[in-house]
């Protein structure tokens, strides 16, 4: 297939603009040890009200002292208005309760959240006017492992080998929540039945993208944690929305990814099948994020 030359997209900052934690210090997709994916429904009337609000919470957040925690906020490129998101990248569980000490406790934080920016409206604090009630949903993803490299080679103080070990790219190559213009967020249900084998066809799906697009696009794998057993979660990390365009010829086009399609992940002893038997139907879903812009919006 015709290679496209990769750009970064003009005056669109990455997620590390959101943070004044130094690059080799910040805690991304690539080298933490959970992530929490969470995700809000903006009420129309008060989208402008509710953007200001959690970027000015994300801000706050990524100044504090959480254990090396970073906050990305994102908006859906394409999909659902007014529907944002966040990426919360933890070293293990336990920083989670410092999050919380923090939003029960810290006084300022506390006036972010309740204060009534929002005033036509009544009953909750600013964040719970925004929002369209019961829209905010959380899932947990950590780090697929224990397929793609040795047990014992676990690094640092983070909960679970990171994301990054999964990939042979060079440092240089690496994509991430933090350096990326673009994060293809997949999740995709694995069968109960055939989970050893939809991880297998997941790590060879993610190594087509790692090996033909280094530079241009880093997938990570992670398995959901306290949440829909089985459930698997893709974070795609591209350069830009020519690599993005690259990614989809790719599938349809490219010859590594053809034989990919009708490899057997099945063994003959259950019945043999391609990958689309390791999967529920219906269940592969895909949502591209886009950092917020924070310049642009003030």
Do not use: C
Request: zero cysteines.
């Amino acid at each position: 297939m015709t290679q496209q030359t990769s750009r970064r997209e003009p005056g669109l900052n990455t997620a590390a603009a959101q943070s004044p934690v130094p690059a080799d210090k910040l805690l991304h997709s690539g080298n933490a040890g959970f992530i929490i994916a969470r995700s809000a429904q903006l009420k129309y009337e008060h989208r402008a009200e509710g953007r200001k609000l959690f970027a000015d919470v994300i801000a706050y957040m990524n100044q504090a002292d959480l254990n090396g925690a970073s906050f990305f906020f994102y908006e859906e490129a394409f999909g659902r208005q007014d529907r944002v998101h966040w990426l919360i990248h933890w070293k293990t569980p336990n920083d989670f309760a410092i999050s919380l000490h923090m939003v029960d406790h810290d006084e300022k934080m506390i006036d972010m959240l309740e204060s009534d920016r929002v005033v036509d409206d009544a009953s909750a604090g600013v964040w719970g006017r925004a929002v369209v009630e019961g829209s905010v949903k959380e899932r947990i993803l950590v780090p697929q492992h224990g397929l793609v490299h040795e047990e014992g080679e676990h690094q640092g103080d983070v909960w679970v080998d990171p994301a990054r070990l999964q990939t042979g790219q060079s440092e240089d190559q690496l994509l991430h929540s933090a350096n990326s213009v673009l994060t293809l967020h997949r999740v995709g249900q694995a069968s109960h039945e055939f989970r050893k084998e939809a991880r297998h066809y997941a790590f060879a799906w993610q190594n087509e993208i790692n090996t033909k697009l280094a530079g241009r696009a880093t997938s990570y794998l992670y398995e959901e944690t306290f949440g829909v057993m089985d459930r698997l979660h893709w974070l795609i990390h591209l350069k830009d929305f020519d690599t993005y365009q690259e990614l989809l010829a790719m599938e349809r086009e490219d010859e590594g990814f053809q034989k990919l399609q009708g490899r057997e992940f099945v063994a003959e002893s259950k019945g043999g099948g391609r990958w689309g038997r390791t999967f529920v139907q219906g269940t592969i879903e895909d949502t591209l994020l886009l950092p917020y812009q924070y310049d642009t919006a003030r």
